[in-house]
């Protein structure tokens, strides 16, 4: 144990001194490049603040309209109860936008139902199986300047649902 706790100090020194000195010994002008990075991050960075300020703020209309609780209570109505728990319906479609809303949500449900319960072993694995789709998009795609998204939107959609059909069915092994 010992010898980990050693290693683990030397994990992010390592490769911090590795980039440096092999930068050195290339000729390279080390603190220019990451001054050159550090401007090209910030001017990245710049260009995606609005798109993430407008997700976040469609993120929080959706979650204080109380929309998605009113779907949610159409879905308990639809479904058998051994299917898609309709209280998880605004964990499942913030998820897509947000991961720190979602974050909020999911300790809401913790709340509500417990970390054990068949709702929480749910919310816990779809967040596990699920991705930021909407955030993810915008920021990779702007960063990249990729107008044309294709497929990507339908494929991660599908592997959303994938996803949630997979943390109904592992939770139902589990509990």
Do not use: N, W
Request: charged share 10%; glycine share 10%; with cysteine.
């Amino acid at each position: 144990m010992q010898f980990v706790l050693y290693v683990s100090q030397f994990i992010i020194p390592f490769p911090v001194f590795y980039i440096v000195g092999y930068g050195l010994l290339s000729k390279v002008q080390v603190y220019d490049s990451f001054i050159k990075g550090a401007r090209d991050g910030l001017k990245t960075v710049v260009k995606l603040v609005p798109t993430l300020v407008g997700l976040m703020i469609a993120a929080g209309v959706l979650r204080a309209s109380g929309f998605l609780d009113m779907a949610g209570h159409l879905l308990d109505a639809v479904l058998p109860e051994t299917a898609f728990p309709g209280a998880l319906m605004p964990l499942a479609v913030l998820r897509m936008f947000s991961s720190s809303a979602a974050t909020g949500l999911l300790l809401d449900v913790y709340k509500q139902f417990g970390t054990d319960s068949r709702i929480g072993l749910i919310a816990s694995l779809m967040m596990c199986c699920t991705e930021t789709i909407f955030y993810t998009m915008s920021v990779y795609f702007m960063t990249a300047g990729i107008r044309k998204t294709r497929y990507t939107l339908a494929g991660a959609l599908a592997a959303t649902v994938a996803g949630i059909m997979a943390s109904v069915v592992l939770a139902g092994m589990m509990g």
